[in-house]
Protein backbone atom coordinates (compact mmCIF):
# COMPACT_ATOMS: atom_id res chain seq x y z
CA UNK A 1 0.00 0.00 0.00
CA UNK A 2 1.32 3.33 -0.78
CA UNK A 3 2.03 6.01 2.11
CA UNK A 4 0.10 8.70 2.30
CA UNK A 5 1.67 12.21 1.78
CA UNK A 6 0.23 15.18 3.42
CA UNK A 7 0.04 18.16 1.32
CA UNK A 8 0.83 22.36 2.12
CA UNK A 9 -2.28 24.05 1.40
CA UNK A 10 -2.11 28.45 1.49
CA UNK A 11 -4.64 29.57 3.97
CA UNK A 12 -4.79 32.98 1.99
CA UNK A 13 -6.29 31.23 -1.11
CA UNK A 14 -6.43 27.38 -1.01
CA UNK A 15 -3.85 26.59 -3.02
CA UNK A 16 -2.28 22.96 -2.91
CA UNK A 17 1.42 21.53 -3.38
CA UNK A 18 3.10 19.02 -2.54
CA UNK A 19 6.37 20.52 -0.45
CA UNK A 20 6.09 23.89 1.66
CA UNK A 21 7.32 27.12 0.18
CA UNK A 22 7.74 30.19 1.93
CA UNK A 23 5.97 32.46 -0.91
CA UNK A 24 2.79 31.11 -2.36
CA UNK A 25 2.89 30.91 -6.11
CA UNK A 26 -0.76 31.41 -6.69
CA UNK A 27 -1.62 34.36 -4.50
CA UNK A 28 1.93 35.53 -4.03
CA UNK A 29 1.49 35.87 -0.04
CA UNK A 30 4.01 35.29 2.09
CA UNK A 31 4.10 32.57 5.39
CA UNK A 32 0.73 31.59 4.63
CA UNK A 33 0.97 28.19 3.51
CA UNK A 34 0.54 25.10 6.31
CA UNK A 35 0.79 21.38 6.34
CA UNK A 36 -2.48 19.42 6.27
CA UNK A 37 -2.25 15.72 7.05
CA UNK A 38 -3.89 13.16 4.97
CA UNK A 39 -6.98 12.65 7.07
CA UNK A 40 -7.60 16.62 6.69
CA UNK A 41 -9.69 18.34 3.61
CA UNK A 42 -11.36 17.23 0.64
CA UNK A 43 -9.90 13.92 0.79
CA UNK A 44 -10.60 12.60 4.17
CA UNK A 45 -13.49 10.55 3.20
CA UNK A 46 -11.13 8.44 0.53
CA UNK A 47 -8.48 7.79 3.71
CA UNK A 48 -10.47 6.73 6.38
CA UNK A 49 -11.80 4.24 3.70
CA UNK A 50 -14.41 3.97 0.70
CA UNK A 51 -18.08 2.46 1.60
CA UNK A 52 -19.82 0.71 -1.22
CA UNK A 53 -22.08 3.09 -3.07
CA UNK A 54 -26.25 2.75 -3.72
CA UNK A 55 -27.95 2.77 -6.82
CA UNK A 56 -30.33 5.23 -7.29
CA UNK A 57 -32.50 6.01 -9.48
CA UNK A 58 -32.18 8.41 -12.64
CA UNK A 59 -34.36 10.64 -14.41
CA UNK A 60 -35.02 12.61 -17.59
CA UNK A 61 -35.26 15.88 -18.54
CA UNK A 62 -39.09 16.39 -18.74
CA UNK A 63 -41.05 16.75 -15.93
CA UNK A 64 -43.42 18.96 -13.79
CA UNK A 65 -41.23 21.66 -12.35
CA UNK A 66 -42.65 23.67 -9.37
CA UNK A 67 -40.86 27.22 -8.33
CA UNK A 68 -39.19 27.53 -4.96
CA UNK A 69 -41.15 28.51 -1.93
CA UNK A 70 -40.12 31.78 -0.61
CA UNK A 71 -39.75 33.53 2.93
CA UNK A 72 -40.60 37.06 2.41
CA UNK A 73 -37.92 38.88 4.59
CA UNK A 74 -40.30 42.18 5.05
CA UNK A 75 -37.72 44.44 3.46
CA UNK A 76 -38.24 45.08 0.19
CA UNK A 77 -34.45 45.43 -0.88
CA UNK A 78 -32.89 42.45 0.03
CA UNK A 79 -36.10 40.10 -1.21
CA UNK A 80 -34.83 42.21 -4.08
CA UNK A 81 -31.52 41.04 -4.39
CA UNK A 82 -32.27 37.54 -3.02
CA UNK A 83 -35.07 36.74 -5.95
CA UNK A 84 -38.20 37.16 -3.92
CA UNK A 85 -37.47 36.49 -0.36
CA UNK A 86 -35.58 33.49 1.27
CA UNK A 87 -35.59 29.65 -0.28
CA UNK A 88 -35.74 27.06 2.34
CA UNK A 89 -32.91 25.29 2.70
CA UNK A 90 -30.63 27.30 0.78
CA UNK A 91 -27.20 28.37 2.05
CA UNK A 92 -26.31 32.72 1.09
CA UNK A 93 -22.49 34.12 1.94
CA UNK A 94 -22.86 37.45 2.24
CA UNK A 95 -19.50 39.52 1.96
CA UNK A 96 -18.24 42.84 3.32
CA UNK A 97 -15.84 45.25 4.60
CA UNK A 98 -15.73 45.66 8.72
CA UNK A 99 -18.11 47.92 9.65
CA UNK A 100 -20.06 48.60 6.50
CA UNK A 101 -23.48 47.06 8.23
CA UNK A 102 -23.55 43.23 7.16
CA UNK A 103 -24.86 42.83 11.00
CA UNK A 104 -27.23 45.64 11.23
CA UNK A 105 -28.96 43.89 8.12
CA UNK A 106 -28.82 40.85 9.38
CA UNK A 107 -30.26 41.58 12.74
CA UNK A 108 -32.93 44.00 11.45
CA UNK A 109 -34.13 40.86 8.90
CA UNK A 110 -34.03 38.84 12.03
CA UNK A 111 -36.57 41.23 13.63
CA UNK A 112 -38.96 41.80 10.92
CA UNK A 113 -38.86 37.42 10.42
CA UNK A 114 -39.12 36.85 13.73
CA UNK A 115 -42.12 39.40 14.60
CA UNK A 116 -43.75 37.40 11.45
CA UNK A 117 -44.31 34.02 13.85
CA UNK A 118 -40.77 32.17 12.70
CA UNK A 119 -38.24 30.92 14.82
CA UNK A 120 -35.03 32.65 13.92
CA UNK A 121 -31.52 31.89 15.54
CA UNK A 122 -28.79 34.63 15.43
CA UNK A 123 -24.93 32.68 16.16
CA UNK A 124 -22.47 35.08 16.84
CA UNK A 125 -18.55 34.20 17.08
CA UNK A 126 -17.15 37.12 17.23
CA UNK A 127 -19.11 39.23 19.87
CA UNK A 128 -20.85 38.29 22.40
CA UNK A 129 -24.27 38.02 23.05
CA UNK A 130 -24.85 41.31 25.28
CA UNK A 131 -23.27 43.24 22.21
CA UNK A 132 -25.24 41.72 20.26
CA UNK A 133 -28.25 43.00 22.23
CA UNK A 134 -26.66 46.58 22.87
CA UNK A 135 -26.63 46.89 19.09
CA UNK A 136 -30.23 45.76 18.74
CA UNK A 137 -31.47 47.97 21.69
CA UNK A 138 -29.78 50.39 19.34
CA UNK A 139 -31.63 50.10 16.63
CA UNK A 140 -35.03 49.49 18.48
CA UNK A 141 -35.49 45.83 18.35
CA UNK A 142 -34.88 44.50 21.15
CA UNK A 143 -37.96 43.36 21.60
CA UNK A 144 -38.63 40.52 18.88
CA UNK A 145 -38.37 37.27 19.44
CA UNK A 146 -34.61 36.82 17.94
CA UNK A 147 -32.82 33.90 19.77
CA UNK A 148 -29.14 34.63 20.23
CA UNK A 149 -26.06 32.39 21.00
CA UNK A 150 -22.03 32.79 20.89
CA UNK A 151 -20.98 29.77 20.01
CA UNK A 152 -17.86 28.79 17.47
CA UNK A 153 -18.27 24.74 17.71
CA UNK A 154 -20.17 23.45 14.66
CA UNK A 155 -21.34 20.12 16.29
CA UNK A 156 -22.84 22.14 19.05
CA UNK A 157 -24.41 24.39 17.13
CA UNK A 158 -26.23 21.44 14.52
CA UNK A 159 -27.23 19.96 17.51
CA UNK A 160 -28.77 23.44 19.30
CA UNK A 161 -30.68 23.84 16.23
CA UNK A 162 -32.26 20.71 16.15
CA UNK A 163 -34.19 20.98 19.26
CA UNK A 164 -37.50 22.27 18.85
CA UNK A 165 -39.10 23.84 16.05
CA UNK A 166 -37.15 24.33 12.67
CA UNK A 167 -36.06 27.80 12.79
CA UNK A 168 -36.76 29.79 9.62
CA UNK A 169 -33.77 31.76 9.32
CA UNK A 170 -29.86 30.53 10.93
CA UNK A 171 -27.31 33.65 10.88
CA UNK A 172 -23.78 32.22 11.09
CA UNK A 173 -21.66 35.32 11.94
CA UNK A 174 -18.86 34.58 10.66
CA UNK A 175 -17.88 31.62 8.77
CA UNK A 176 -14.05 32.25 9.44
CA UNK A 177 -14.16 31.90 13.26
CA UNK A 178 -16.68 28.58 13.48
CA UNK A 179 -14.09 25.33 14.10
CA UNK A 180 -15.14 21.43 13.56
CA UNK A 181 -14.25 18.67 14.94
CA UNK A 182 -13.74 16.72 11.96
CA UNK A 183 -11.01 18.82 10.74
CA UNK A 184 -7.55 18.65 12.45
CA UNK A 185 -6.31 22.55 11.99
CA UNK A 186 -7.12 25.99 13.38
CA UNK A 187 -10.30 27.92 13.67
CA UNK A 188 -9.50 30.56 10.57
CA UNK A 189 -7.50 28.62 8.10
CA UNK A 190 -8.82 27.43 4.93
CA UNK A 191 -9.49 23.66 5.98
CA UNK A 192 -11.69 24.90 8.83
CA UNK A 193 -13.76 27.33 6.60
CA UNK A 194 -14.09 24.69 4.10
CA UNK A 195 -15.43 21.93 6.91
CA UNK A 196 -17.74 24.18 8.39
CA UNK A 197 -18.93 25.41 5.70
CA UNK A 198 -19.77 21.68 4.55
CA UNK A 199 -21.28 21.14 7.94
CA UNK A 200 -23.27 23.75 8.27
CA UNK A 201 -24.36 23.40 4.23
CA UNK A 202 -25.71 19.56 4.94
CA UNK A 203 -27.84 20.87 8.29
CA UNK A 204 -29.46 23.01 5.72
CA UNK A 205 -30.71 20.90 2.89
CA UNK A 206 -31.05 18.08 5.56
CA UNK A 207 -33.61 20.71 7.88
CA UNK A 208 -34.80 23.24 5.37
CA UNK A 209 -33.61 26.10 7.49
CA UNK A 210 -32.17 28.62 5.41
CA UNK A 211 -28.71 29.76 6.50
CA UNK A 212 -26.66 32.85 6.06
CA UNK A 213 -22.63 32.44 6.60
CA UNK A 214 -21.16 36.00 7.05
CA UNK A 215 -17.86 36.30 5.34
CA UNK A 216 -14.82 38.43 5.75
CA UNK A 217 -13.10 39.99 2.81
CA UNK A 218 -9.11 40.20 1.87
CA UNK A 219 -7.57 43.43 1.10
CA UNK A 220 -8.59 43.70 -2.48
CA UNK A 221 -12.58 43.16 -1.60
CA UNK A 222 -12.97 39.32 -2.19
CA UNK A 223 -14.15 37.13 0.49
CA UNK A 224 -11.62 35.23 2.58
CA UNK A 225 -10.98 31.80 2.58
CA UNK A 226 -11.33 29.26 -0.31
CA UNK A 227 -13.15 29.97 -2.80
CA UNK A 228 -15.00 26.70 -2.90
CA UNK A 229 -17.18 27.83 -0.65
CA UNK A 230 -18.42 30.10 -2.63
CA UNK A 231 -19.04 27.71 -5.44
CA UNK A 232 -20.75 25.12 -2.62
CA UNK A 233 -23.36 28.09 -1.68
CA UNK A 234 -26.83 28.88 -3.00
CA UNK A 235 -25.76 32.10 -3.15
CA UNK A 236 -23.28 34.81 -3.01
CA UNK A 237 -23.96 38.57 -2.44
CA UNK A 238 -21.63 41.55 -1.52
CA UNK A 239 -21.95 44.38 0.77
CA UNK A 240 -20.86 47.47 -0.69
CA UNK A 241 -19.88 51.29 0.34
CA UNK A 242 -18.09 53.79 1.15
CA UNK A 243 -16.90 55.43 4.64
CA UNK A 244 -17.76 58.89 3.08
CA UNK A 245 -20.91 58.58 1.65
CA UNK A 246 -23.79 57.46 3.72
CA UNK A 247 -25.64 54.65 1.32
CA UNK A 248 -24.53 50.69 1.08
CA UNK A 249 -25.30 48.81 -1.82
CA UNK A 250 -26.34 44.97 -1.71
CA UNK A 251 -25.27 42.94 -4.89
CA UNK A 252 -26.19 39.70 -5.67
CA UNK A 253 -22.81 38.28 -7.19
CA UNK A 254 -24.48 34.32 -7.55
CA UNK A 255 -28.15 33.22 -6.97
CA UNK A 256 -29.46 29.95 -7.80
CA UNK A 257 -33.13 30.72 -7.55
CA UNK A 258 -33.14 34.25 -9.06
CA UNK A 259 -31.48 36.86 -11.26
CA UNK A 260 -27.38 37.93 -10.36
CA UNK A 261 -26.09 41.38 -10.65
CA UNK A 262 -29.21 42.69 -8.64
CA UNK A 263 -28.59 45.25 -6.27
CA UNK A 264 -30.69 46.62 -3.41
CA UNK A 265 -29.48 50.15 -2.43
CA UNK A 266 -29.86 50.96 1.61
CA UNK A 267 -28.75 54.76 3.68
CA UNK A 268 -27.32 54.28 6.91
CA UNK A 269 -28.80 56.25 9.58
CA UNK A 270 -29.11 56.47 13.18
CA UNK A 271 -31.93 54.19 13.91
CA UNK A 272 -30.17 51.41 11.06
CA UNK A 273 -30.15 50.54 7.28
CA UNK A 274 -32.91 52.20 5.56
CA UNK A 275 -34.26 51.39 2.45
CA UNK A 276 -33.78 53.58 -0.83
CA UNK A 277 -36.63 53.21 -3.44
CA UNK A 278 -35.55 55.46 -5.91
CA UNK A 279 -31.15 55.17 -5.94
CA UNK A 280 -31.59 57.53 -9.23
CA UNK A 281 -32.70 60.23 -7.02
CA UNK A 282 -29.91 60.11 -4.34
CA UNK A 283 -27.27 59.56 -6.96
CA UNK A 284 -28.02 62.53 -8.91
CA UNK A 285 -28.61 64.64 -5.66
CA UNK A 286 -26.37 67.83 -5.37
CA UNK A 287 -24.82 67.32 -8.67
CA UNK A 288 -23.89 70.82 -10.72
CA UNK A 289 -24.94 70.62 -14.10
CA UNK A 290 -22.73 73.86 -14.88
CA UNK A 291 -19.47 73.03 -15.07
CA UNK A 292 -18.08 70.77 -17.74
CA UNK A 293 -17.09 67.30 -17.50
CA UNK A 294 -20.23 65.70 -16.04
CA UNK A 295 -22.74 63.32 -17.76
CA UNK A 296 -25.75 61.12 -16.37
CA UNK A 297 -25.48 58.08 -17.48
CA UNK A 298 -28.73 55.74 -18.08
CA UNK A 299 -27.64 52.24 -16.66
CA UNK A 300 -28.69 49.15 -15.64
CA UNK A 301 -28.20 47.07 -12.37
CA UNK A 302 -29.85 43.78 -13.08
CA UNK A 303 -33.60 44.37 -14.19
CA UNK A 304 -33.67 47.86 -12.54
CA UNK A 305 -32.85 51.51 -14.18
CA UNK A 306 -30.18 53.49 -12.25
CA UNK A 307 -29.00 57.19 -13.08
CA UNK A 308 -25.84 58.31 -11.97
CA UNK A 309 -23.47 60.82 -12.81
CA UNK A 310 -20.06 60.80 -14.36
CA UNK A 311 -17.66 63.21 -13.61
CA UNK A 312 -14.12 63.81 -15.70
CA UNK A 313 -11.24 66.01 -15.27
CA UNK A 314 -8.82 66.42 -18.29
CA UNK A 315 -6.31 69.13 -16.83
CA UNK A 316 -2.29 69.46 -18.68
CA UNK A 317 -0.13 67.26 -17.34
CA UNK A 318 3.67 68.79 -16.57
CA UNK A 319 4.77 65.09 -15.66
CA UNK A 320 6.66 62.81 -18.56
CA UNK A 321 3.79 60.27 -18.48
CA UNK A 322 0.30 61.59 -18.02
CA UNK A 323 -1.48 60.10 -15.26
CA UNK A 324 -4.94 58.14 -15.42
CA UNK A 325 -7.22 57.90 -12.34
CA UNK A 326 -10.60 56.39 -12.30
CA UNK A 327 -13.07 55.63 -9.31
CA UNK A 328 -16.11 53.61 -9.92
CA UNK A 329 -15.40 52.45 -13.45
CA UNK A 330 -12.60 49.76 -14.92
CA UNK A 331 -9.20 51.26 -15.38
CA UNK A 332 -8.82 49.54 -18.90
CA UNK A 333 -11.86 50.44 -20.50
CA UNK A 334 -11.41 54.10 -19.25
CA UNK A 335 -8.06 53.57 -21.32
CA UNK A 336 -10.01 51.68 -24.07
CA UNK A 337 -12.35 55.14 -24.73
CA UNK A 338 -9.04 57.48 -24.61
CA UNK A 339 -7.85 55.14 -27.08
CA UNK A 340 -10.53 55.49 -29.57
CA UNK A 341 -10.94 59.15 -29.02
CA UNK A 342 -7.35 60.03 -30.05
CA UNK A 343 -7.69 57.11 -33.21
CA UNK A 344 -11.26 57.96 -34.38
CA UNK A 345 -12.31 61.54 -32.70
CA UNK A 346 -8.68 63.64 -33.06
CA UNK A 347 -8.76 64.57 -29.27
CA UNK A 348 -5.08 64.74 -28.01
CA UNK A 349 -4.73 63.55 -24.88
CA UNK A 350 -1.35 62.44 -24.42
CA UNK A 351 -0.77 65.43 -22.71
CA UNK A 352 -3.24 65.63 -20.76
CA UNK A 353 -3.95 63.95 -16.70
CA UNK A 354 -7.19 62.49 -16.95
CA UNK A 355 -9.65 61.83 -13.69
CA UNK A 356 -12.92 60.13 -14.24
CA UNK A 357 -15.21 59.63 -11.08
CA UNK A 358 -18.78 58.17 -10.68
CA UNK A 359 -20.27 60.21 -8.60
CA UNK A 360 -21.99 58.60 -5.42
CA UNK A 361 -19.94 55.88 -4.99
CA UNK A 362 -21.70 53.52 -7.23
CA UNK A 363 -19.68 51.17 -9.03
CA UNK A 364 -20.38 50.51 -12.78
CA UNK A 365 -19.44 47.12 -14.28
CA UNK A 366 -21.57 47.65 -17.82
CA UNK A 367 -19.97 48.46 -21.38
CA UNK A 368 -23.12 50.92 -21.99
CA UNK A 369 -21.16 53.66 -19.79
CA UNK A 370 -18.64 54.10 -22.61
CA UNK A 371 -20.79 56.68 -24.52
CA UNK A 372 -21.23 58.90 -21.12
CA UNK A 373 -17.62 58.35 -20.09
CA UNK A 374 -16.27 59.46 -23.62
CA UNK A 375 -18.71 62.42 -23.44
CA UNK A 376 -17.69 63.79 -19.93
CA UNK A 377 -13.96 63.74 -21.31
CA UNK A 378 -15.03 65.76 -24.14
CA UNK A 379 -16.89 67.90 -22.14
CA UNK A 380 -13.88 68.78 -19.63
CA UNK A 381 -11.57 68.97 -22.63
CA UNK A 382 -12.95 71.12 -24.56
CA UNK A 383 -15.22 73.33 -21.79
CA UNK A 384 -18.25 72.71 -23.33
CA UNK A 385 -21.19 71.99 -20.78
CA UNK A 386 -23.22 69.16 -21.15
CA UNK A 387 -27.11 70.13 -21.55
CA UNK A 388 -28.84 69.28 -17.90
CA UNK A 389 -31.65 67.39 -19.36
CA UNK A 390 -29.77 64.58 -21.16
CA UNK A 391 -28.52 61.21 -20.68
CA UNK A 392 -26.42 59.07 -22.42
CA UNK A 393 -25.84 55.64 -22.86
CA UNK A 394 -23.77 52.99 -25.36
CA UNK A 395 -21.35 51.05 -26.05
CA UNK A 396 -17.93 51.89 -28.08
CA UNK A 397 -16.70 49.95 -30.10
CA UNK A 398 -13.00 49.88 -31.05
CA UNK A 399 -13.49 51.22 -34.26
CA UNK A 400 -15.11 54.32 -33.04
CA UNK A 401 -18.92 52.99 -33.86
CA UNK A 402 -21.82 53.14 -31.00
CA UNK A 403 -23.41 49.72 -30.66
CA UNK A 404 -26.82 48.87 -29.25
CA UNK A 405 -26.96 47.99 -25.87
CA UNK A 406 -29.67 45.70 -23.74
CA UNK A 407 -33.01 47.18 -22.28
CA UNK A 408 -33.23 50.56 -24.05
CA UNK A 409 -36.77 51.22 -23.15
CA UNK A 410 -36.18 50.93 -19.33
CA UNK A 411 -33.34 53.24 -19.32
CA UNK A 412 -35.86 55.76 -21.72
CA UNK A 413 -38.56 55.52 -19.12
CA UNK A 414 -36.50 55.92 -15.97
CA UNK A 415 -34.79 59.26 -17.34
CA UNK A 416 -38.22 60.76 -18.37
CA UNK A 417 -39.60 60.29 -14.50
CA UNK A 418 -36.70 62.04 -13.18
CA UNK A 419 -37.53 64.72 -15.46
CA UNK A 420 -35.19 64.09 -18.65
CA UNK A 421 -36.54 65.51 -21.69
CA UNK A 422 -33.81 64.34 -24.21
CA UNK A 423 -31.02 61.02 -24.54
CA UNK A 424 -28.03 60.59 -26.74
CA UNK A 425 -28.33 56.62 -27.59
CA UNK A 426 -27.13 54.59 -30.53
CA UNK A 427 -28.36 54.79 -33.85
CA UNK A 428 -29.34 51.53 -33.71
CA UNK A 429 -32.53 52.12 -31.57
CA UNK A 430 -34.60 53.96 -33.98
CA UNK A 431 -33.95 51.55 -36.60
CA UNK A 432 -35.60 48.96 -34.10
CA UNK A 433 -38.85 50.85 -34.23
CA UNK A 434 -39.36 51.45 -30.47
CA UNK A 435 -41.07 54.36 -29.40
CA UNK A 436 -39.02 56.65 -26.74
CA UNK A 437 -40.98 58.38 -23.97
CA UNK A 438 -38.30 61.65 -24.86
CA UNK A 439 -36.67 63.28 -27.72
CA UNK A 440 -33.94 61.19 -28.66
CA UNK A 441 -30.45 61.86 -30.62
CA UNK A 442 -28.87 59.33 -32.04
CA UNK A 443 -24.96 58.88 -32.86
CA UNK A 444 -23.54 56.42 -34.86
CA UNK A 445 -20.29 57.09 -34.60
CA UNK A 446 -18.25 58.89 -31.90
CA UNK A 447 -16.63 61.45 -34.03
CA UNK A 448 -20.23 62.20 -34.82
CA UNK A 449 -20.68 63.24 -30.67
CA UNK A 450 -17.20 64.73 -30.28
CA UNK A 451 -17.98 67.76 -33.31
CA UNK A 452 -21.27 68.40 -31.63
CA UNK A 453 -19.88 69.15 -28.02
CA UNK A 454 -16.77 70.82 -29.40
CA UNK A 455 -18.81 73.16 -31.22
CA UNK A 456 -21.19 73.75 -28.79
CA UNK A 457 -18.15 74.84 -26.14
CA UNK A 458 -17.01 77.42 -28.93
CA UNK A 459 -20.11 79.06 -29.41
CA UNK A 460 -20.25 79.34 -25.97
CA UNK A 461 -17.10 80.62 -25.62
CA UNK A 462 -17.73 83.35 -27.98
CA UNK A 463 -21.15 83.79 -26.85
CA UNK A 464 -19.34 84.80 -23.05
CA UNK A 465 -16.14 86.61 -25.21
CA UNK A 466 -13.58 84.63 -23.83
CA UNK A 467 -10.75 84.05 -25.87
CA UNK A 468 -10.73 80.69 -28.24
CA UNK A 469 -9.18 78.32 -26.54
CA UNK A 470 -6.32 75.96 -28.74
CA UNK A 471 -7.53 73.16 -31.23
CA UNK A 472 -8.12 70.05 -29.41
CA UNK A 473 -9.67 68.39 -32.39
CA UNK A 474 -7.38 67.98 -35.24
CA UNK A 475 -8.30 67.24 -38.95
CA UNK A 476 -7.72 64.10 -40.50
Given at each position: MAKSRANFVCQNCG???????GKCESCGEWNSIVEEGPTAGIGAQAARGARKGRVFPLEGLAGESKSAPRIVSGIGELDRVTGGGFVPGS?????????????????????TLADRGHRVVYISGEEAVAQVRLRAERLGLAQSSVELAAETSVEDITATLQE??????????????????????????????????????????NSGATVILVGHVTKDGQIAGPRVVEHMVDAVVSFEGDGGHHFRILRAVKNRFGPTDEIGVFEMTGAGLREVTNPSALFLAGRDSSAPGAAVFAGMEGTRPVLVEIQALVAPTALGTPRRAVVGW???????????????AGLRLGQHDVYLN??????????????????????????AILPRDCVYFGELALSGSIRPVAQSGARLKEAAKLGFSSAVAPAAIKESG??????????????????????????????????????VVTNR
Open positions: AVTNRWQVILIGGEPGIGKSTLLIQACAGKRPALVIIDSIQTMWTETVESTPGTVTQVRGAAQSLIRYAKEQSRLSMVIAVLEAHVAGGLRINEPAADLAAAAALVSSLTGEQSPITLQTAGHISALVADIAAAGAQARRGSGDRPKPA
